[in-house]
C-alpha cells in the first residue's frame, strides 16, 4: 500500500461516523479557484495530523451559496489515509463572521474611546476658561469697592488683568482645538459605520461547514483538499490594442475582469480563468413533437436543465505550481476548454468589486486600410485587419484603443478562433479627406404624356491622401434597392466600376477600393435612375 496516496469516495451523504459530535474544526484556507462565466470552482486545504483510526475533520465557514452536490475532498500525506465521505450542514448566524466586520468594530470602538476623552478634555478646559471669567467678574467688584474704601493701587490691578489676559489666551485655543479634533473623530466614526454598515449588508447571515470522514492507516500529516462549486462569481474579457502601422502589426494586451461575491475572500490563491460553459449543461437538448392546435388554456410543460459534470474537472494536489516572472497567464486545453492559469497569485475580494489580471501580451500581424461611407460620414476611419496567431481564441469583449500613449476610444470585438481574422476599429484618420457631391438630379419634366415616371441622380466622390505614407481606402456608397417589382432601379455607369467585397456585400452597396500613394486624389463618379408608374407614389428618394 502506497502512504502518499489517499484513497477517495465521493459520497456526500456520509455514513454515521462523518456525523459524530466528535467532529474537529481545522482552519483551512482558499488554495486555488478556477472561475467560468458565471460560478467557480474553489479548493480550500487544511493541514492536519492524524491519529491511527477514524476521524472526521470539519471545513468551518464556507459560502451558504455552495452546491452541495460539486462537493468533492482529496489530499495526499503519509499516513495511508482513507476519505470515507462528507457531508455539508447549514449553520445559522446571529452576526455575519468577516474579519473586516471585526476589524472595522474594533477601529468604531477605539475612536469612540478617543472621542470620549476629548469631550472630557474639552469640558474641563471649558471649566477652566469659565473660572477664568467668573475671577474677571469678581475683579472687577473688588476694585469698585477698594476705590470707595481705600487709596487705589493700580499696579495690583495691573498684574489681575495680565493673569487673567494671559490666561484666557492659553485656554480658548485650547478649547478651540479640542472641539475640532473632536469634530474630525465624530467624522472618522461616521464614516466607519457607514463602511460597516455596507460590508454588513452584502455578508449572508448563513454559512455551511462540511464534515470529512477519515480513516487513517498509521499516524501521519494530511494535506486535505475540498473543492466545492459556488455561484456569484464571474469573468470577461477585457483588452488593449495598440497599433504600429509602421511594423505592420496591433499590440494586444488579453486581460480577464473577475467579479466575485460568494461571500467570501480569495487571498493569494492561483487562480483560472476557463472558457467553459457549465451553465449550458453537459447534455444537448431533445427534441419534443411541435403541435399545432387552437388556443387553449394548457399548463406550461416544466423545463429541463442539465448540471454540467463539474466532477469530472482535475483536481491536482501537489504543490502550487512555479510563478511565472510576468504578469500573464498559461493556455492550457481541458477538452474543448480553454483554462487560462494566471501566472502569479492573486486575491480577489468577495465585495463584488472588479479585478482586472492579464491573460496575454500578443504581437499580432494586420492589414491596415482606411473605410469611407461618405453618404453617412464625412470622415474616412481607420481600421486593422488583425490576425489572431495565438494558439486559443479572443472572446468577445469590450476593446480600449490606444495610439501610442493616446486613448482613441472603445469599441469590441466577437468571438475569434486561432488563425480567424478580425476587423478593429482605430478611429477617423485624420490624414484622408472624403468629399461627396451630387453633381446632377433630372426629373422627367417632358410635355409628352408618359405611363412611367423618373428621376436620375449623379454624385462625385473625392478622396485624398495628405500623408506621407500610401493609404488604402475602402469607399462604401449605395443606390436605392427596390421593394416592389413596379419600381426599377438602374446604375447609370459608374467610374471606376465597383468591386465586390464578400464582407461588405448588401442589397444596393456599392463598393471601391482605393490605393492611393502619398499625396495622391483620386475620384469616383456615379449616377443611377428610378422609374415607376406615373399613377403611384413613391417615397423614399427625398
Known amino acids: 500500500m502506497n502512504p502518499s496516496r489517499v484513497w477517495i469516495l465521493a459520497l456526500l451523504w456520509a455514513p454515521a461516523a462523518a456525523r459524530g459530535a466528535d467532529a474537529v474544526g481545522a482552519a483551512s484556507s482558499v488554495v486555488s479557484v478556477v472561475v467560468y462565466e458565471d460560478r467557480a470552482l474553489v479548493t480550500r486545504r487544511l493541514e492536519i495530523e492524524l491519529e491511527a483510526g477514524e476521524r472526521t475533520v470539519r471545513f468551518d465557514g464556507l459560502p451558504a451559496g455552495l452546491v452541495d452536490d460539486s462537493l468533492r475532498a482529496s489530499g495526499r500525506g503519509a499516513a495511508g489515509v482513507t476519505i470515507l465521505g462528507l457531508e455539508a450542514e447549514r449553520e445559522y448566524l446571529a452576526e455575519p463572521a468577516d474579519e473586516r466586520v471585526r476589524a472595522l468594530t474594533d477601529e468604531i470602538e477605539a475612536l469612540e474611546r478617543k472621542a470620549t476623552a476629548l469631550e472630557d478634555r474639552a469640558r474641563t478646559i471649558d471649566m477652566q476658561v469659565k473660572f477664568i471669567d467668573s475671577i474677571g467678574s469678581s475683579a472687577g467688584e473688588g476694585i469698585s469697592r477698594e476705590m470707595l474704601m481705600r487709596e487705589p493701587d493700580p499696579a495690583g490691578w495691573g498684574k489681575v488683568v495680565a493673569f487673567l489676559g494671559e490666561e484666557g489666551d492659553a485656554l480658548r485655543p485650547r478649547l478651540r482645538g479640542a472641539g475640532e479634533e473632536l ?34 492507516a498509521s499516524p501521519g500529516r494530511l494535506s486535505l483538499d475540498l473543492s466545492y462549486v459556488v455561484p456569484g462569481a464571474s469573468w470577461r474579457p477585457v483588452y488593449d490594442a495598440r497599433a504600429d502601422r509602421a511594423a505592420g502589426t496591433v499590440a494586444l494586451v488579453y486581460g480577464g475582469q473577475v467579479r466575485q ?28 413533437p411541435w403541435y399545432v392546435d387552437f388556443p387553449r388554456v394548457r399548463p406550461l410543460a416544466a ?26 497567464a498559461d493556455a492550457v486545453r481541458r477538452g474543448d476548454a480553454v483554462v487560462f492559469r494566471i501566472g502569479r497569485r492573486e486575491t480577489v475580494p468577495g465585495d463584488n468589486s472588479l479585478r482586472r489580471t492579464t491573460i496575454a501580451s500578443l504581437d499580432m500581424p494586420a492589414a491596415f486600410e482606411d473605410l469611407a461611407v461618405p453618404r453617412l460620414a464625412a470622415h474616412a476611419y481607420r481600421t486593422a485587419k488583425v490576425e489572431n496567431r495565438a494558439a486559443y481564441p479572443l472572446l468577445a469583449g469590450a476593446v480600449n484603443i490606444f495610439a501610442g500613449p493616446d486613448f482613441i476610444g472603445s469599441s469590441s470585438i466577437d468571438h475569434v478562433a486561432p488563425g480567424e481574422t478580425f476587423d478593429l476599429p482605430l478611429g477617423v484618420d485624420d490624414a484622408v479627406t472624403v468629399r461627396r457631391r451630387l453633381l446632377e438630379e433630372e426629373a422627367d419634366r417632358s410635355l409628352v404624356r408618359r405611363r412611367t415616371g423618373r428621376r436620375s441622380f449623379r454624385y462625385r466622390i473625392e478622396v485624398e491622401n495628405h500623408a506621407d505614407r500610401a493609404a488604402k481606402v475602402t469607399v462604401l456608397d449605395q443606390i436605392p434597392v427596390s421593394r416592389h417589382p413596379d419600381i426599377a432601379v438602374r446604375l447609370e455607369g459608374a467610374s471606376p466600376a465597383p468591386v465586390t467585397l464578400e464582407e461588405r456585400e448588401r442589397p444596393g452597396v456599392l463598393a471601391w477600393v482605393l490605393d492611393l500613394a502619398p499625396r495622391e486624389a483620386a475620384k469616383i463618379e456615379f ?16
Open 261 to 288: 461575491g460568494t461571500g467570501e475572500d480569495w487571498n493569494d490563491v492561483e487562480l483560472e480563468l476557463s472558457t467553459a460553459r457549465p451553465s449550458i449543461g453537459g447534455r444537448p437538448p431533445e427534441i419534443e
Open 183 to 216: 469634530r474630525a473623530v465624530r467624522k472618522e466614526i461616521e464614516a466607519a459605520r457607514k463602511r460597516l454598515q455596507q460590508i454588513v449588508s452584502r455578508l449572508p447571515r448563513e454559512r455551511k461547514n462540511v464534515r470529512v470522514a477519515l480513516e487513517a
Open 527 to 542: 449616377g443611377f435612375s428610378v422609374s415607376w408608374p406615373k399613377d403611384r407614389e413613391i417615397e423614399g428618394l427625398d
Open 303 to 328: 423545463g429541463r436543465a442539465a448540471m454540467a459534470p463539474l466532477m469530472e474537472v482535475d483536481q491536482a494536489v501537489g504543490g502550487p505550481e512555479e510563478e511565472a516572472g510576468i504578469a500573464v
